[in-house]
């Protein structure tokens, strides 16, 4: 079974920064589209940023955009979000995985050999 394991979340004050790790015990991610996506309370995931394999190209959700920047380490199986100027807004539950492409609207790739959801890292912005 894939696993994915985020990291990196925290308690922050609203201004503040962070670093998010995300890695998989099996996906070769050199192979794929990647993508960070968040939960808030009550609602469903929204997709925040992903990265082609390559790495040439990402995309961010408007919200986000200047302030956080995605990027992937394909020798240590390893995806990154930067996150600058965090906001109240930003508080979310923070999960990542395959995406079927990446875009306006890609979305996420799991199932099978993708995986299912991880157990998230938690972003907790206070004012």
């Known amino acids: 079974q894939v696993q994915w394991l985020e990291s990196g979340g925290d308690l922050v004050q609203a201004g503040g920064s962070l670093r998010l790790s995300c890695t998989s015990s099996?996906?070769?991610?050199?192979?794929?589209?990647l993508a960070w996506f968040r939960q808030f309370p009550g609602k469903g995931r929204e997709k925040v940023s992903c990265?082609?394999?390559?790495?040439?190209?990402?995309y961010y959700i408007d919200s986000v955009k200047g302030r956080f920047t995605i990027s992937r380490d394909n020798g240590k199986n390893t995806l990154y979000l930067q996150m600058n100027n965090l906001e109240l807004e930003d508080a979310a539950m923070y999960y990542c995985?395959?995406?079927?492409?990446?875009?306006?609207?890609?979305?996420?790739?799991?199932?099978?050999?993708?995986?299912?959801w991880g157990p998230g890292t938690q972003v907790t912005v206070s004012s």
């Open positions: 099996s996906v070769t991610f050199a192979d794929y589209e």
């Open positions: 995985a395959t995406g079927n492409g990446c875009g306006p609207h890609s979305g996420v790739r799991l199932g099978g050999e993708f995986g299912n």
């Open positions: 990265i082609t394999a390559s790495g040439r190209y990402t």
